[in-house]
């Protein structure tokens, strides 16, 4: 078990919280005419400044080495430039709370790539999680491509987004650079995303621009765009501790602690319609996490 069982599962809620919001949060920038990559890039920056400033003050600065270097640039290309376009990308059309519900996944994902990797052994419980999560997952998707608006490619896409996130989990776990903070690696990682979502702005059709021609507009935006910048400072923040602290049977959970508050704003605050199958779906999901992660912790205590 986590030796900082208390500080894990403290990150565990607050960040599960921030991640639900954050998705609801996203919807609003569409409706003042942010484009999801505007809106990342600058919240992103913001965090990054944010958190580069405190390890600074800290005196914890990003390790700057080759091998950290490479750790920045792919689990910022993972965990949080490709991911978070996605799901942001997706919202408008899919809407934030199956979004939320697709979030749920990445343990379920993370575990089985450990076992193609050969990281952990086959486990009958946790197995029996995975069918019961990716069945939940799949009943949700075939309801939405059912809907009369559907679209396939968004709804595709969006479950894309839980993938990148499952190899992030795997990836920062193995190549964790030694002797690093979590306050040093946050800010090094959004660095990296800034400048990869920075990159994709310069391909045609993609800009970072703010709406600028209603005064009403741009103030509304700059302050959603703060409140993200936040958030996405304080999530990416409390992630790595958690993943140092707890490890990760409880970092698998976020996204699942984030469905809790993302999918009631959304139906509640939002005014959207709950996802077809949501009850059936979700509860599959809600099973298949809960054995994944019991497997794990049994696990855990056998060692």
Same mark, same amino acid.
């Given at each position: 078990?986590?030796?900082?069982?208390?500080?894990?599962?403290?990150?565990?809620?607050?960040?599960?919280?921030?991640?639900?919001?954050?998705t609801?949060v996203?919807?609003?920038?569409?409706?003042?005419?942010?484009?999801p990559?505007?809106f990342?890039?600058?919240?992103?920056?913001?965090?990054?400044?944010l958190?580069?400033?405190?390890?600074?003050?800290?005196?914890q600065?990003?390790p700057?080495?080759?091998?950290?270097?490479?750790?920045?640039?792919?689990?910022?290309?993972?965990?949080?430039?490709?991911?978070?376009?996605?799901f942001?990308s997706?919202?408008?059309?899919?809407?934030?709370?199956?979004?939320?519900?697709?979030?749920t996944?990445?343990?379920?994902?993370?575990?089985?790539?450990?076992?193609?990797?050969?990281?952990?052994?086959?486990?009958?419980?946790?197995?029996?999680?995975?069918?019961?999560?990716?069945?939940?997952?799949?009943?949700?998707?075939?309801?939405?491509?059912?809907?009369?608006?559907?679209?396939?490619?968004?709804?595709?896409?969006?479950?894309?987004?839980p993938?990148?996130?499952a190899?992030?989990?795997?990836?920062?776990?193995?190549?964790?650079?030694s002797?690093?903070s979590?306050?040093?690696l946050?800010?090094?990682?959004?660095?990296?995303?800034s400048?990869?979502? %920075?990159l @994709?702005? &310069?391909?045609?059709?993609?800009s970072? =621009?703010?709406p600028?021609?209603? +005064?009403? #507009?741009?103030? $509304?935006?700059?302050?959603?765009?703060?409140?993200?910048?936040?958030?996405?400072a304080?999530?990416?923040?409390l992630?790595?501790?958690?993943?140092?602290?707890? %490890?990760? @049977?409880? &970092?698998?959970l976020?996204?699942?602690? =984030?469905?809790?508050?993302?999918? +009631?704003? #959304?139906?509640? $605050?939002?005014?959207?319609?709950?996802?077809?199958?949501l009850?059936?779906?979700?509860?599959l999901?809600?099973?298949?996490?809960?054995?994944?992660t019991?497997g %794990?912790?049994?696990?855990?205590?056998?060692?």
């Open positions: 078990m986590p030796k900082n069982l208390g500080v894990a599962l403290t990150c565990l809620i607050v960040g599960g919280a921030l991640l639900g919001v954050s609801n996203a919807k609003y920038a569409g409706t003042v005419g942010l484009t990559l505007a990342v890039f600058w919240s992103i920056t913001g965090a990054a400044l958190l580069l400033l405190m390890a600074l003050i800290r005196r600065p990003p700057m080495t080759k091998s950290s270097g490479e750790y920045y640039f792919i689990a910022a290309l993972v965990s949080v430039a490709g991911s978070n376009l996605i942001f997706a919202i408008p059309h899919v809407g934030a709370s199956f979004v939320a519900l697709t979030i996944l990445p343990p379920l994902l993370t575990y089985l790539g450990a076992l193609l990797l050969k990281i952990e052994r086959f486990s009958s419980l946790r197995a029996l999680g995975v069918v019961s999560a990716l069945l939940g997952a799949a009943i949700l998707a075939g309801n939405k491509l059912t809907a009369p608006d559907a679209s396939l490619f968004w709804i595709i896409m969006a479950l894309c987004g993938v990148l996130l190899i992030g989990n795997i990836y920062r776990t193995l190549r964790w650079p002797n690093a979590p306050s040093a946050a800010p090094g990682m959004l660095v990296a995303a400048i990869q979502l %920075g @994709v702005s &310069l391909l045609p059709s993609f970072l =621009a703010i600028s021609q209603d +005064p009403l #507009a741009f103030i $509304v935006s700059i302050a959603i765009i703060g409140v993200q910048a936040l958030i996405f304080a999530q990416f923040q992630l790595f501790i958690l993943q140092k602290a707890g %490890g990760p @049977v409880l &970092l698998s976020l996204g699942s602690t =984030a469905a809790l508050f993302a999918v +009631p704003i #959304a139906i509640f $605050v939002q005014g959207e319609s709950p996802p077809e199958g009850l059936l779906g979700g509860l999901i809600a099973l298949g996490v809960a054995f994944v019991w %794990g912790i049994k696990a855990a205590v056998a060692k």
